[in-house]
């Protein structure tokens, strides 16, 4: 059985760029969250994508989006990077929608400058 | 504002201890809670979950859960330097988002 996966580990960019972030979730899950978490905090629910549509959303701006395309995979996509975006960024596999378990992929380190 | 609450910590225990966690929400209506570990530097692992009222125990770990009172716990018991973690409580909300405590810092000493 496949974990979840994301890439890049690592990304840097710098204040008003874009970035996108790539999640595979685990083999038999076709419900992906994405989470932000800052330093010292518990992860903040950004929005959560099954059956490729958006199921739920937390509070965060429109400049936050996303994707989840036929293999149940998931893109997340902030626009306008800010200072405070800066942050763990974590992706979530389940097993039709979210009131179940939810498992992590090691996530991605983004640093804004 | 739905609010999942911890105390911070650090909690302190020395090897072989039970290390008590606690967590309490604001959501009556919540249906499903979990327990994650998180290392430093690390993504969160789940550890427990638990959907109905009373214990549930898997190995050193014993989850409880009293909904009348809006509460969860986590026992781990016979305590291990390997342990020492962030330990975040997380409640699921309306069948999508989990939210979470800000996490208890757990220091077993050997």
């Known amino acids: 059985e496949t974990g979840v996966t994301q890439s890049p580990t690592h990304l840097i960019k710098t204040r008003g760029q874009q970035v996108t972030l790539r999640c595979s979730s685990q083999s038999g899950h076709n419900t992906v969250s994405w989470y932000q978490q800052a330093l010292g905090q518990g992860p903040q629910f950004i929005f959560q994508y099954y059956r490729e549509e958006e199921n739920g959303r937390g509070n965060f701006p429109p400049r936050f989006s996303g994707l989840q395309f036929p293999n149940y995979s998931s893109e997340l996509n902030v626009n306008a990077l800010e200072l405070d975006d800066s942050a763990l960024y974590l992706c979530?596999?389940?097993?039709?929608?979210?009131?179940?378990?939810?498992?992590f992929g090691p996530g991605t380190r983004l640093t804004v400058t | 504002q739905k609010e999942v609450e911890q105390n911070s910590g650090p909690l302190s225990v020395p090897e072989g201890a039970i290390a008590s966690l606690n967590c309490t929400y604001s959501d009556r209506g919540s249906q499903s809670f979990f327990w994650y570990r998180q290392y430093s530097g690390k993504s969160p692992e789940l550890i427990m979950s638990?959907?109905?009222?009373g214990d549930k125990e898997d190995g050193r770990f014993t989850a409880q859960l009293n909904k009348a009172s809006q509460y969860v716990s986590l026992l781990i018991r016979d305590s291990q330097p390997s342990d020492s973690a962030t330990y975040l409580c997380a409640v699921n909300q309306a069948g999508t988002a989990l939210i979470f405590g800000k996490g208890t810092t757990l220091s077993v000493s050997s």
């Open positions: 979530a596999s389940s097993f039709e929608g979210g009131k179940y378990e939810q498992y």
């Open positions: 638990i959907y109905s009222n």
